[in-house]
T-cell receptor
Framework: DSGVTQTPKHLITATGQRVTLRCSPR?????VYWYQQSLDQGLQFLIQ???????AKGNILERFSAQQFPDLHSELNLSSLELGDSALYFC?????????????FGPGTRLTVL | GENVEQHPSTLSVQEGDSAVIKCTYS??????FPWYKQELGKGPQLIID?????GEKKDQRIAVTLNKTAKHFSLHITETQPEDSAVYFC???????????FGKGTTLSVSS
């Protein structure tokens, strides 16, 4: 158990809908990363937050957004969902921005768009 | 940007054999190379990592080697066991606090 929690574990929804995925980092970790895992693209970085502020963006679609709250949990919002958004979404946390490379992953949320 | 290539995509070995997975990276500034193990239905688990100032690192049955000149690094698993069966990912990044760039993964199957 990495100490990173994600909810829900599974999510099934329809095209055009909006969903919110939640992540709680390990106790004390300030940095949260979101990754998308699909069969053909592997693990792709979406976005990073550090202590409430957006730090970096990767291959994140404009329909997707995220935020990190004062208690350090993070939410990933996916809107106008398409079939191709079906994937596993992972968050990872890391202790500090500059000193640690290690990232610890949560169990993921499996999103199915029908 | 960084690109990480991983080979092979699948690997089948007999219990007790060794397994080797290889990765190459493109960004010579990359300096951190972790390996993750992902079991079915779970998130990636960090199993070992190496930094660019080290050529080899061992942890019981697993070891990682790094060749900075050739820009490749490898995962070695000795005395494989059925519970080693999983998908293994290599990754790289150039600075602490930045996103990891992952290889496409290797599905390792260990048969008893």
């Amino acid at each position: 158990d990495s100490g990173v929690t994600q909810t829900p574990k599974h999510l099934i929804t329809a095209t055009g809908q909006r969903v919110t995925l939640r992540c709680s980092p390990r106790s004390g970790d300030l940095s949260v990363y979101w990754y998308q895992q699909s069969l053909d693209q592997g693990l792709q970085f979406l976005i990073q937050y550090y202590n409430g502020e957006e730090r970096a963006k990767g291959n994140i679609l404009e329909r997707f957004s995220a935020q990190q709250f004062p208690d350090l949990h993070s939410e990933l919002n996916l809107s106008s969902l398409e079939l191709g958004d079906s994937a596993l979404y992972f968050c990872a946390s890391s202790p500090r921005e500059k000193s640690y490379n290690e990232q610890f992953f949560g169990p993921g949320t499996r999103l199915t768009v029908l | 940007g960084e690109n990480v290539e991983q080979h092979p995509s699948t690997l089948s070995v007999q219990e007790g054999d060794s397994a080797v997975i290889k990765c190459t990276y493109s960004d010579s500034a990359s300096n951190y190379f972790p390996w993750y193990k992902q079991e079915l239905g779970k998130g990636p688990q960090l199993i070992i990592d190496i930094r660019s100032n080290v050529g080899e690192k061992k942890d019981q049955r697993i070891a990682v080697t790094l060749n900075k000149t050739a820009k490749h690094f490898s995962l070695h698993i000795t005395e494989t066991q059925p519970e080693d069966s999983a998908v293994y990912f290599c990754a790289a990044n150039r600075q602490a606090g930045t996103a990891l760039i992952f290889g496409k993964g290797t599905t390792l199957s260990v048969s008893s």
